[in-house]
C-alpha cells in the first residue's frame, strides 16, 4: 500500500501496481481528483490535482452541459505553466458523458463521450499542447546532410 496526503491534509492509499486502465484518478473526500502518473516508485499521484468550484467564472461553457443536475465543476493549473497559475475550468457531466474544458477567453473545447472530468483534462492537455508547441527554430529545419557549424 501507498499513501499520500492530498492539499486538505487527508491521507489517502492505493496499491503502487494496481491496474486501473484508463481510469488512473484518486478521488479525496475534500473533491480534489487525482491523476495517477507512472513513474521509478509505480503509480503516484500527479502535482496538480483537478479542484471542485461551486460555480463556473467564465461564460463561454454552454447552458445545456451547465444546466445539467450532475454537472461538476473543477479547476486545475495546467503543467505545462505552473508559474504562471492560470486556471484552466472544467464542466463534467456523468450522465451526459460530456465535458467542456476552457480557460481565459478560449472558446471551450467540448469532449464527448468522455469517463470523467481527469480524463477530460487529459484529452484537453493533449489537445492544448499540440496546438501550443513552440515552432521550431529554423536552423533546426535544416536537412540532415547539411554540416552544423557554430552559431555566430
Ligand atoms: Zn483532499
Known amino acids: 500500500?501507498?499513501?499520500?496526503?492530498?492539499?486538505?491534509?487527508?491521507?489517502?492509499?492505493?496499491?503502487p501496481d494496481d491496474d486501473r486502465g484508463e481510469a488512473r484518478e484518486l478521488a479525496c473526500a475534500c473533491g480534489r481528483r487525482y491523476d495517477l502518473i507512472l513513474g521509478d516508485a509505480g503509480w503516484t499521484p500527479g502535482p496538480f490535482p483537478l479542484i471542485p468550484e461551486a460555480r463556473q467564472p467564465l461564460?463561454?461553457?454552454?447552458?445545456?452541459?451547465?444546466?445539467?443536475?450532475?454537472s461538476e465543476r473543477f479547476f486545475f493549473i495546467h503543467a505545462m505553466w505552473p508559474?504562471?497559475?492560470?486556471?484552466?475550468?472544467?464542466?463534467?457531466?456523468?450522465?451526459?458523458?460530456?465535458?467542456?474544458?476552457?480557460?481565459?477567453?478560449?472558446?471551450?473545447?467540448?469532449?464527448a463521450?468522455?469517463?470523467?472530468?481527469?480524463?477530460?483534462?487529459?484529452?484537453?492537455?493533449a489537445?492544448?499542447?499540440?496546438?501550443?508547441?513552440?515552432?521550431?527554430?529554423?536552423?533546426?529545419?535544416a536537412p540532415l546532410t547539411e554540416q552544423r557549424r557554430p552559431l555566430g
Do not use: N, Y
Not at 463521450?113 to 492537455?125: C, D, H, Q
Open 83 to 111: 508559474r504562471r497559475r492560470q486556471p484552466v475550468h472544467v464542466v463534467f457531466s456523468p450522465s451526459a458523458r460530456e465535458a467542456e474544458v476552457a480557460f481565459g477567453d478560449m472558446k471551450p473545447l467540448r469532449l
Open 59 to 70: 461564460a463561454g461553457f454552454s447552458r445545456e452541459l451547465t444546466s445539467r443536475e450532475d
Open 127 to 141: 489537445w492544448f499542447d499540440s496546438r501550443m508547441r513552440p515552432k521550431r527554430p529554423l536552423e533546426r529545419r
Open 1 to 15: 500500500m501507498v499513501s499520500s496526503l492530498c492539499a486538505c491534509g487527508r491521507a489517502f492509499e492505493w496499491l
Open 113 to 125: 463521450p468522455v469517463g470523467s472530468a481527469i480524463e477530460a483534462r487529459r484529452r484537453w492537455a
